[in-house]
């Protein structure tokens, strides 16, 4: 089993800036990727970036340029810039990988809510 836990989401206005903070821990033997997806009210869960064990990243079209998504070892991060009000949703953390069992594991965070508003 793998435990994230998600910090960092609150209330900010347009424009502003917000670090959302992941931590991993339990039976952890290697990462292959972890990422950051969202769920927007209203709509379904998308990717919003990802980073491989080889920190190669990848971002969805709507926050290239503002978003930085970083990993370091059980922590993942994502700065957050220039926010707008569609960036608003329930954030959550991603996780794929090897367990210490051998198994590949495959677990989700609960989610920090990222309100944009004026």
């Known amino acids: 089993q793998v435990q994230l836990v998600e910090s960092g989401g609150g209330l900010v206005h347009p424009g502003g800036s917000l670090t959302l903070s992941c931590a991993a821990s339990?039976?952890?033997?290697?990462?292959?990727?972890m990422a950051w997806y969202r769920r927007a009210p209203g709509k379904q869960r998308e990717l919003v970036a990802k980073i491989g064990s080889d920190n190669i990243t990848n971002y969805a079209d709507s926050v290239n340029g503002r978003f930085t998504i970083s990993r370091e070892n059980n922590m993942l991060y994502l700065q957050m810039n220039s926010l707008k009000p569609g960036d608003t949703g329930v954030y959550y953390c991603?996780?794929?990988?090897?367990?210490?069992?051998?198994?590949?594991?495959?677990?989700w965070g609960q989610g920090t809510q990222v309100n944009v508003s004026a």
């Open positions: 339990g039976n952890i033997a290697k990462v292959t990727a």
């Open positions: 991603n996780w794929l990988g090897l367990l210490t069992s051998g198994w590949n594991g495959y677990y």
